[in-house]
Every structure is written in structure tokens, then in C-alpha cells.
């Protein structure tokens, strides 16, 4: 089965901080998901990456995942109190739709 | 547009009782359908999943079941609740083919087994 850790398990930043959120697999990546959930919600999907080197950005936040598709990074540019909560990075496998599993998630608290 | 329901939204059972928490999808159709259980708001867990009707597939084994009776209909069950039953079951789907635009997620239903 795919497994998926997830680094740092929690961050506490400043507001108007960078921060950087790792995902890394043991084996290899075909479909790499990210998510954000608020407490006590559903999830809310962020970005997929697919192709080795990709990198893809939604406002203040860009996720990339390496050539060799074992590892991706979730960055966020300035950070605001609205962007906290749990970021989850989940993979599926070769056929689109099989089985998706998450890594542990990252709880991120912004201080105004 | 395609929508998920799941409900109840929260639920508090006794040990021993029996549950029944149900999805659906609506604007779509012959979707994967997912069962997922979070535990103290975090990683989520993989329960069950379905690429059909009648077919379910289990990731975990333990006292609960699951059964896709309609296309767009997934239903969670068990017979006798345990403690450790108590989370956060999440119903997500994706349409095959279409995994691009990511699986999409119901909004929970927070159950606590006392």
C-alpha cells in the first residue's frame, strides 16, 4: 500500500510568513492530492499533481512534486489567518480513481 | 451540478446499538464512492471503497460493513457499535477517468459511541 508522511505534523507561524508543508511516498506517486480541512469539515481539494517536475500555484499557494515522484511540497506565500487548518496530502494509484490514502496531515495555526 | 449529501450531520449511539449513515451523489453517475474514518482531526483513514453496485472492497477489517445498493447511494453499517466506532466517517466519490479535478468530499458525520 501506498505510505505517506507527512512533515512538519504541526506548525505555528506568523502572519505574512512563508511556510513549506512536505509530503513524501514510498513508493511511487502517480496521482498526488492535496487538501485543506477545517476542523470538524469536509475536505477541500487544493491541487493534483500527476507528471514529475510538475508545480502548480492557486493564489497564494503553490504545490510541487519532484522528478522523481516520491515527494511534493505544498508552499504557502504570506500566510493569513485564513489559512489555517489541516493540510492532508493523499495519493491514488496508476488506475484513476482506485484507492486514494492520506498521509497524517499538517495542523497549521496563523497568528495575526 | 454534482452534489454529495451525507447525514446525519452528528450522531451520538450507545455501545452495543446498531448504525446506518448514508451517502449520495447526485449529477453524476457509476462514480467511485469512498468511506473514510478520521480520528481526532486528523489523517483519514481508508474503509471501504466502490466502483460499482454491489462491489465493495475493504481496507480494514473490524465491525463494520458497507453496501452500494444504487449507483449513486453508499450506506455505512454496523451491527454493534464499540467504543472505538466514535469519528469523523467521511463519503467522498470521483468520477472514473477524472481524477484531475480531485475526489470530492461530503461534509461528515461526527459520531460518538458512549
Known amino acids: 500500500s501506498q505510505e505517506l508522511e507527512q512533515s512538519p505534523q504541526s506548525l505555528i507561524v506568523q502572519e505574512g510568513k512563508n511556510l513549506t508543508i512536505n509530503c513524501t511516498s514510498s513508493?511511487?506517486?502517480?496521482?498526488l492530492y492535496w487538501y485543506k480541512q477545517k476542523y470538524g469539515e469536509g475536505l477541500i481539494f487544493l491541487m493534483m499533481?500527476?507528471?514529475?517536475?510538475e508545480e502548480k500555484s492557486h493564489e497564494k499557494i503553490t504545490a510541487k512534486l519532484d522528478e522523481k515522484k516520491q515527494q511534493s511540497s505544498l508552499h504557502i506565500t504570506a500566510s493569513q489567518p485564513s489559512h489555517a487548518g489541516i493540510y492532508l496530502c493523499?495519493?491514488?494509484?496508476?488506475?484513476?480513481?482506485?484507492?486514494?490514502?492520506f498521509g497524517e496531515g499538517t495542523q497549521l495555526t496563523v497568528n495575526p | 451540478s454534482q452534489t454529495i449529501h451525507q447525514w446525519p450531520a452528528t450522531l451520538v449511539q450507545p455501545v452495543g446499538s446498531p448504525l446506518s449513515l448514508e451517502c449520495t451523489v447526485e449529477?453524476?453517475?457509476?462514480?467511485?464512492l469512498y468511506w473514510y474514518r478520521q480520528a481526532a482531526g486528523r489523517g483519514l483513514q481508508l474503509l471501504f471503497y466502490?466502483?460499482?453496485?454491489?462491489?465493495i472492497s475493504s481496507e480494514v477489517p473490524q465491525n463494520l460493513s458497507a453496501s452500494r445498493p444504487q449507483d449513486r447511494q453508499f450506506i455505512l453499517s454496523s451491527k454493534k457499535l464499540l467504543l472505538s466506532d466514535s469519528g469523523f466517517y467521511l463519503c467522498?466519490?470521483?468520477?472514473?477517468?477524472?481524477?484531475?479535478?480531485?475526489?470530492?468530499f461530503g461534509s461528515g458525520t461526527r459520531l460518538t459511541v458512549v
Open positions: 499533481l500527476q507528471k514529475g517536475g
Open positions: 467522498a466519490w470521483i468520477l472514473k477517468g477524472a481524477n484531475y479535478y480531485g475526489y470530492t
Open positions: 513508493k511511487t506517486l502517480y496521482g
Open positions: 466502490s466502483v460499482g453496485i454491489g462491489q
Open positions: 449529477g453524476t453517475s457509476n462514480p467511485n
Open positions: 493523499g495519493a491514488d494509484g496508476r488506475t484513476s480513481g482506485s484507492r486514494l490514502t
